[in-house]
């Protein structure tokens, strides 16, 4: 542990919500807020109060309801209008109405942008940073500066850019913000421009990066090493074009790599439950692949190296998964050997150590199912199901006798474009269900057929509900006549747990049947339901 | 424009291919190779022929079917086994019958991983380096060494990962990769490594790095900086866990930031087309926010900014986006479309210049198939075809009356799982044609019927052949319930030119329907078949 601390200020709400297909309601805002609270951030910026009128009921109803733990609350607005006064200006006055006890002020810094965009002197332009952060001080609050452009603006004209800070400093704002707008910056032009800002003043310097060029992360941890101890981003990269600097890698960082203090205690390690509650509230499907808290963050394929993962994790991961929230997961592969089988069964609970030839036999089953097309690397239900079986302890929930699927379209009737499934199936002591089923396509049909026919008997099958479902054409070469994969997704509503099952054949509705009915024989099983077939 | 030049190594389909959920068959890497190499890569890493029975199969290929205009062929394999001679390593073998003209060898250059994970003595590690590198390089293949877990190994004992270096230089290897394989590494880390091994040897220097600590694109580029000429990485970052460096990120921030020569001539501008296009092949949903090429990477939800952006673009982005062939995108403005679809027009052979009002109906009809979930990036005949329409130019060959599908299944009985067609369409003067088609799926069963009534009044239809299928969930959080995508890729068997059709809707059969229809279409009116409804 070093002893640098660093302020942790999310824009997730403001900033973060400029994402491309991204719409936050004020009820969103509210689920949100308290999330990152729980992380641990030190600021959390809600939006821009006067501006945007759902951000101005956000800010009263914060201060009705809202209490935070480790987090101020920060609000977002301009520099006065040129030509008038602080005082009098509604949007610097509704930033004092938000109560909130921040207020960051983003400023213009390239002189290019003063003068194209917003079409003032760069006199005036400093002028109107000057009297807008002392108007915001005298009455109390501590008034943040984003120094919007600065990179770009500090290598067209530094001294302008300079300026632009001192002002700020001059009039008393705690914290001048250096922001890579265009996000176009690479670590080294943040080291010696950071750096040349931090001898010219002594005010605490924050970064804002964009990760348009690949480097928001690197350029925040540039940026501290040259002196900054304020640091800009949104939970899973949220923002415009490619986004804002991702927090929680940030801060991972800074923790983990450089022993800094930036969350509060115990906000880390849960930053993957967090950050994936959030993107439920966004609707913004989570990337696998996202640094240190992304579903795929632990993963491995490692055919190979499976039995040195077993014996030492820590020679394989650059972190421990814990530290984040996170776990390590073996992906079984077709480079898949009995070792990473083993382990991928320690990992769903079944003990398969010293079984040698039960090892086997599940090792040769997986190889003949992938030849034939399936990956267990994204079904782990599947593959829990295929070991339920090898071991002996597959329930038997009902027994299908048939189905049918009808689909059918005729041009310009736009009633017929429907589907109808038609299944018969025994469960319930033997009971036989005879059920039709409708939908916008087969597998949807199928679906509901299905759920018509289980409901009495499993009537916790109602809480499982499929969220996602993919199709991959495994040997392309045959056009139509190919093999068919599918993946599909369901969610338990009530614990919000989800599970992935895998199904294959050259007949699209078949694959989607076998995965469809495995998600429900998972959940069943999973959950413990007796058996009444 | 500097002196530097930096060797661009792809291991999309190598390393790339350890990402989760990720399996691609040879078809898959004999079209993604040709794509690499028009991106301008130095060199595209095949994958492991020996180890990967599919590997070795496609390098048999590649050997008899593909020249390369641009890159060089790599086949990766690893150091010969303790206690043998290289020679007598089958592993090795397999490498020389590769005919790949550069063998990459992984090595452990982490004594933690010699010891525990290969269990061999650290001189045993040294002396396999020696001689697996000393007997290739005696077979006449330029050798490159992936020294692996570099960085790691370097930290906790820097003289043992050194000696792993200079026993590959000493045996004659042209170039040792330091590679970050767990990707905790952060730049001020690689620069100060890097820099210490350059002063150690005069071998060319590369870097392989994972993004792990969300900094794999900022690493590689501390790397070249610190003295590396040679980089690794994946085309769309792919790669196990969080992946490897974004290869065409690194190469635009070489070549637009530092104005180094990375990629061949005219490469980068066509970096965004060439992600899409591989990630159709993968069937990896590309990630909306990538640096450079993403779909909103330059996309501006500007409302503010607007008339500024207009005025003058270049204050908002950090580089120009046709440089990589993406498009600046205004998210509310209707700019956003009328010059790429003029654009897009000449390229398919239709003079729309100077056309206002046709451009803004057509650019209307994107925008509103755009939303509903059509994508005409990857699908042209769909967009010749829209053209067409639009320009009252569309030939009219049949007409539909009504289709229906039947799939069945009953457990157990093998012959119950097939789909059965019913179509009724006119053509050929008016004649109706009532046919049925079987399949092994609903989609193959409704080709079979469709060809059957078109095949006398149509016979060119012959010669189209379906080679590739493509389903995509649009909207996953609808799950059976969601819009569905499907591609349509159809070959012209005498020409070999192929071609790709979009459909889109709720039931995957009817979107399936629309792919298939207009693939034909397409087909026929390129082929200026006249018409006979």
């Known amino acids: 542990m070093t002893d640098l601390t660093v302020e942790v200020y999310d824009t997730t709400l403001r900033d973060g919500a400029q994402q491309e297909g991204m719409n936050l309601s004020v009820a969103d805002k509210m689920t949100i807020a308290p999330l990152l609270d729980q992380l641990g951030v030190g600021v959390i910026e809600g939006g821009w109060p006067g ?169 925040s941890m540039a940026a501290v090493a040259a002196g900054v101890t304020h640091v800009q981003g949104c939970v899973n990269g949220y923002g415009e074009r490619t986004g804002n600097a991702d927090l929680v890698a940030v801060a991972a960082n800074l923790e983990i790599k450089r022993g800094a203090r930036a969350l509060a205690p115990g906000g880390l390690a849960e930053s993957t439950r967090i950050a994936h509650a959030i993107a439920e509230v966004t609707n913004i499907a989570p990337f696998a692949r996202q640094p240190y808290v992304g579903a795929s963050a632990f993963a491995h394929k490692a055919g190979l190296h499976a039995s040195a993962i077993k014996v030492d994790p820590d020679l394989y991961q650059h972190t421990d998964p814990a530290r984040v929230g996170n776990d390590m997961r073996m992906l079984v592969s077709e480079m898949a050997g009995r070792a990473s089988i083993e382990l991928k069964g320690k990992e769903l609970g079944y003990d398969l150590s010293g079984q040698g030839e039960l090892l086997s036999r599940i090792t040769e089953r997986v190889k003949h199912a992938e030849a034939a097309g399936y990956t267990y690397d994204a079904a782990d239900a599947s593959f829990d199901l295929l070991l339920r079986s090898e071991l002996g302890r597959m329930p038997r929930y009902w027994a299908v006798e048939e189905w049918r699927v009808r689909v059918s379209s005729t041009p310009g009737d736009p009633t017929d474009a429907g589907a109808e499934a038609v299944l018969k199936l025994r469960a319930g002591g033997g009971a036989r269900h005879l059920v039709v089923g409708e939908g916008n396509g087969p597998v949807n049909a199928l679906d509901h057929a299905l759920r018509t026919a289980l409901a009495k008997v499993y009537p916790d099958i109602e809480r499982f509900e499929l969220t996602d479902f993919k199709v991959r054409i495994m040997d392309a070469s045959h056009g139509t006549d190919a093999i068919t994969r599918v993946l599909v997704t369901t969610a338990d509503n009530e614990t919000g747990r989800s599970w992935v099952t895998v199904g294959v054949g050259p007949n699209v509705i078949e694959a989607a049947w076998e995965a469809l009915t495995d998600s429900l024989y998972y959940g069943l099983a999973t959950h413990e339901v007796a058996p009444n077939p």
Chains 1, 2 share one sequence.
């Open 51 to 219: 501006a945007v009128p759902k951000d101005t009921e956000f800010f009263q109803l914060v201060a009705k309801e809202l209490s935070f733990r480790n987090a101020q609350f920060a609000a977002f607005g301009m520099t006065r209008r040129a030509g008038s006064t602080a005082a009098a200006d509604p949007q610097v006055r509704a930033l004092l109405d938000s109560e909130a006890p921040i207020l960051t002020l983003v400023a213009k810094s390239d002189v290019r942008h003063a003068e194209r965009a917003l079409r003032v002197s760069p006199d005036e332009n400093l002028r109107m940073i000057e009297e807008t952060v002392a108007f915001l001080v005298g009455e109390g609050r501590r008034v943040v500066l984003d120094a919007e452009h600065f990179f770009d603006g500090y290598r067209f004209d530094p001294d302008y850019s300079l300026r632009c800070l001192l002002a700020a400093e001059r009039a008393g704002a705690s914290t001048l913000v250096l922001c890579d707008t265009n996000g176009g910056m690479l670590p080294d032009d943040v080291t010696r421009i950071v750096a040349d800002v931090r001898a010219r003043t002594s005010a605490q310097l924050g970064m804002h990066a964009h990760n348009d060029s690949g480097c928001a992360v690197a350029n």
